[in-house]
Structures are given as structure tokens and as C-alpha cells.
């Protein structure tokens, strides 16, 4: 039996947009009259479960990757360990392993001179 699942207000608000989505995916993976007559349920449910993974993968890609090139805040811009002002350098690649497969996009980087580390600042020090 599937478990019960908070549903997030974001998810809520957009019911009606995800339902057009999910009816334009569905027309489009098995045509205006659904799935074949014969066609399993197991392999229905691998099919929405890859798909599933596919656009939360891409989702998830496109809000981070959208976030990273937004400006940096101003208290994550200081190096984490003295402080210091840095410089932003180049956007790095950064992947995760997330539980829908492998998240990546650009992070946006700093190098602080006195440290003499680079570090990302969408990420604190550990604990934070």
C-alpha cells in the first residue's frame, strides 16, 4: 500500500496546472485512445515512474540552475572560514546525487586570497 504524503502548498496550488501536464503527457506517450488494451499494469507503472524521474530531474535542474544565477546575497558572499570579502569567480558544475538520479548545474563560486579556497556560497560551513 502507498504511504501518505504531506502534499506541499506549492503542489496544491498548482493541482490544475500538474493535471494538464499529466493529460498532455499521457496523449502523447499512448495517443487520444490511452494505453492498449493488454498493456500490464506493472509496465504502465514503470513507464510513469521513468517519466516521473525524468521531469523531476529536469525540474529540479532548471529551479537550481535558476537560483544560481540569480545574485548572490550579501551575507553568503564573505568567505565562510575569516570572512573576508571575495571576488565571484567562474560558475562551477556542481552535481548531486538526488533521490529522482543526478542533479547539475553551474554554482556560482568565490576564492578568498587569505584562505586560499574556493567555495561556493549557496553552501555555508558544515552544520549550517
Known sequence: MARPQDTRPEVVASATDLEQVARTLA?????????????????????????????????????????????????????????QSTPPTDPEPRILATRVGDAEWNEPAADCSRCRRTFFPSVGESGD
Open 27 to 83: 496523449e502523447k506517450l499512448f495517443g487520444p485512445a490511452g494505453p492498449a488494451w493488454g498493456t500490464t499494469f506493472e509496465d504502465l507503472e514503470e513507464l510513469v515512474v521513468q517519466v516521473g524521474r525524468t521531469v523531476s530531474r529536469e525540474l529540479l535542474r532548471q529551479a537550481l540552475q535558476k537560483q544560481a544565477a540569480g545574485p548572490v546575497p550579501a551575507d553568503r558572499q564573505p568567505c565562510p572560514g575569516c570572512q
